[in-house]
């Protein structure tokens, strides 16, 4: 059947994933357990498009130019229409909570609201799209601040950081402490750090290089968001948060 043989070449494909070391025909049949006339069969289809290139030499296959055109073309889509990306999975984890959700990340240095999906019901949040938010008391700048490294820390974090409540963490110190547990446990929580009467928990949205990109955020009065590690809120949202991460190309660890 059709779809059989595209699946032999998806795995094929698959299998110079980790490395991209330079496999010949015999070894690709015996690690994918497919007869060697197959695997040949595949292959010359697979360097016609420039999926994969034959060593002249060697005689052996690696991956070719079509994969960097399509991971060029992937990256910049994952740049430019990162709003496009998680909305649908934004909606569904609000209707999902019945509360407010956000997409926030960076944008020169300067952390922003780049997506709000209000909750229903009668309490309303107030957000709006490109609304500045002081990184270190908003949960997702946190979450973010968090699994970044220090020299971005640094450079995000640098000069007096403002009071906003009287829940705000201003010391930079307690704050490092502060990223420490948010580490531990995956995800940041606001409690009335922002706004006294918002309780928020962030996870962060990390990239393919493997460091957070954005973060998305959760938000309600502090009757219906405690922060808690086994709370419905926390686990949906560690659960959106590892399958947008995974679209824009994070293969965890």
Do not use: C
């Not at 995800?187 to 918002?198: H, N, P, R, T």
């Amino acid at each position: 059947k059709p779809y059989k043989s595209l699946e032999k070449a998806l795995n094929i494909l698959v299998a110079f994933q980790a490395r991209n070391q330079e496999m010949g025909t015999i070894e690709l049949s015996e690690i994918l357990d497919l007869h060697r006339s197959t695997v040949g069969r595949i292959l010359k289809i697979l360097v016609s498009y420039d999926f994969l290139q034959q060593n002249p030499q060697t005689k052996k296959f690696s991956l070719g130019p079509t994969n960097i055109l399509l991971a060029k073309s992937l990256r910049q889509s994952l740049k430019t229409d990162r709003i496009h990306i998680v909305k649908p999975y934004l909606d569904e984890l609000r209707d999902l909570l019945a509360n407010s959700d956000f997409f926030e990340t960076l944008s020169l240095h300067t952390w922003i609201m780049a997506f709000f999906a209000e909750g229903p019901g009668r309490i309303r949040l107030v957000a709006d799209i490109g609304e500045r938010m002081p990184i270190h008391v908003a949960s997702g700048g946190k979450a973010f601040l968090a699994f970044s490294p220090r020299e971005i820390r640094n450079v995000l974090l640098e000069g007096r950081l403002r009071r906003l409540t009287k829940n705000s963490i201003t010391d930079k110190k307690k704050l490092d402490r502060h990223f420490v547990e948010i580490r531990k446990k995956g995800y940041a929580f606001d409690g009335a750090e922002y706004d006294e009467s918002i309780h928020a928990v962030s996870v962060p949205i990390f990239g393919y290089e493997g460091r957070p990109i954005a973060s998305v955020t959760v938000a309600s009065t502090p009757q219906r968001i405690n922060g808690e590690s086994d709370s419905s809120v926390v686990l949906e949202l560690k659960k959106v948060g590892e399958q947008i991460s995974k679209l824009f190309g994070y293969m965890g660890g």
